[in-house]
């Protein structure tokens, strides 16, 4: 039997990272205006990260890739910790609210690596009777 939270997680988190990836190409604007200048060609890579969350999101809502899903999730917030710590120095939001963001990311790095590794020991244990 599956616990609340190993249905409630992957897909809160699945549906974040899924409309978090849409508004990517339904607003881009807003990405770029914050992320304008940390990388060349920003409007491709804004692209490509909504592509990706698009892709951490379904793959968290499917219960068999689901393994896969929070390594996707933790690779991609491991991917914006550049672009968030490239926001201090720059008048983009107040330093406190960064620093919250950043503290919350890094939750979530702990809480996407734990539920890997929880799946991962899951999909290599033997099932009862064996």
Known sequence: MHSLKNILLPFLFGVLFLSGGIAHFVIP?????????????????????????ILTGLLLLIPGSRRMGWLAALLLMLAFLPLHIWHFGRDLMPVWALIIRLLLQLLLIILFYAQFRKKAQQDTSPGPGI
Do not use: N, V
């Open 29 to 53: 604007g807003f990405y770029l205006q914050i992320s304008e200048g940390f990388l060349p060609a920003m409007p491709l890579w804004i692209k490509l990260s909504g592509i990706a969350e």
